[in-house]
């Protein structure tokens, strides 16, 4: 069964840091585009963080740069999404989406969508950021 598996979200305070994993199952994320995306209700899902599949280069929505890093472990067929200094207003559920349709990080995450043929998204996991 071909599936992404996010985990790591939970409550955190202010400034407090917290680690999104990705892990694929029946596929191999070294030949996918990965992003990391969050939505809250009322909202569109905006991409951000995403990495690229040909040179692993990065892509990082303004509000995260600094704070946020992806990363890729190829053994374990994972991608991270390492978040510190939480704000309040990264409170969402945080989705991974893997597409092989393209190799470019930042065009997957201003797009928001992956392709109907080789896209896939994961079942998301929420994260709140609260004291």
């Known amino acids: 069964q071909l599936q992404l598996v996010e985990s790591g979200g939970g409550l955190v305070q202010p400034g407090g840091s917290l680690r999104l994993s990705c892990t694929a199952s029946?596929?191999?994320?070294?030949?996918?585009?990965i992003g990391w995306f969050r939505q809250v209700p009322g909202k569109e899902r905006e991409g951000v963080s995403c990495i690229g599949s040909s040179d692993d280069t990065a892509y990082y929505e303004d509000s995260v740069k600094g704070r946020f890093t992806i990363s890729r472990d190829k053994d374990k067929n994972t991608v991270y999404l390492q978040m510190n200094s939480l704000k309040a207003e990264d409170s969402a559920v945080y989705y991974c989406?893997?597409?092989?349709?393209?190799?470019?990080?930042?065009?997957?995450?201003?797009?928001?969508?992956?392709?109907?043929?080789?896209?896939?998204w994961g079942q998301g996991t929420q994260v709140t950021v609260s004291s």
């Open positions: 989406a893997a597409d092989r349709s393209t190799t470019f990080a930042e065009a997957l995450c201003l797009i928001a969508r992956v392709a109907a043929d080789g896209g896939f």
């Open positions: 029946g596929l191999t994320l070294d030949y996918y585009t």
